[in-house]
Every structure is written in structure tokens, then in C-alpha cells.
């Protein structure tokens, strides 16, 4: 019987500037898919960009081809993850039109990880 597991890693948390999520073991599972759910985008032109890092000790980082998003409105984003060896987490910026990452830049968020 193949498992299964969701984990919500942030809830209702304002991102801005540069962030990562706290790593997760996840070196049982075959593939994995986040999802982002964007409740609210504060400033004018705020993007919130997202890439998938892996790692073997959950102590260094890199980031996985293709795992990728870059999202500028509410709504509910995801992707997949395959291959990815022991650790996952997210690490991103939320920026302004201009491209600065600052306080006027912000995204409340939910952020999911959905293991099997």
C-alpha cells in the first residue's frame, strides 16, 4: 500500500524579501507536489518567486531543475518534485514591479507539501 502525507509548512504567514521554508525529511517518498496558496499580495506589482531546493543532510542546499514557480496574484499555484533525494524546502523572494524586495512588497501565504 503506498503512503501518503500532507504537511502545511506556513499558514497565514506574510512573506517579504528573501525566505525559506523549514526544511522536511522526506527521503521515504517518491515524489512530492507543493502548493502555494496566495490569500493576499500587498504593494503594487508584488511577485512572489519560489524554487524547489533539495539537499542529502538538510543542512546544504541546491536547487532541483524545474522546480520552479513565480506567482503575482491570489490563487492557488503548485508543481511537482521528483528525484529529489533526502530533504526538500522552498526558498524565494517577494519583490516589487521595480524587482527591490522590500516592506511595501509583501504575500500572505499558505504553503503545502504533499508527499506519496
Not at 524579501?17 to 496558496?37: D, K, L, N, Q, S
Not at 524554487?51 to 506567482?71: F, M, N, V, Y
Request: net charge negative.
Amino acid at each position: 500500500m503506498q503512503q501518503s502525507l500532507s504537511v502545511v509548512l506556513e499558514r497565514n504567514t506574510r512573506l517579504s524579501g528573501e525566505f525559506t521554508t523549514e526544511p522536511y525529511e522526506v527521503a521515504w517518498a517518491r515524489e512530492a507536489r507543493w502548493f502555494i496558496r496566495v490569500l493576499e499580495m500587498e504593494g503594487a506589482g508584488t511577485r512572489l518567486d519560489a524554487t524547489t531546493q533539495i539537499s542529502p543532510d538538510g543542512l546544504h542546499w541546491c536547487d532541483l531543475e524545474d522546480g520552479r514557480a513565480s506567482i503575482s496574484e491570489r490563487g492557488l499555484v503548485s508543481w511537482p518534485a521528483r528525484e529529489f533525494g533526502g530533504w526538500l524546502r522552498l526558498k524565494g523572494t517577494v519583490t516589487s514591479a521595480s524587482g527591490d524586495s522590500n516592506d511595501a512588497a509583501a504575500a500572505r501565504v499558505l504553503i503545502y507539501l504533499a508527499l506519496k
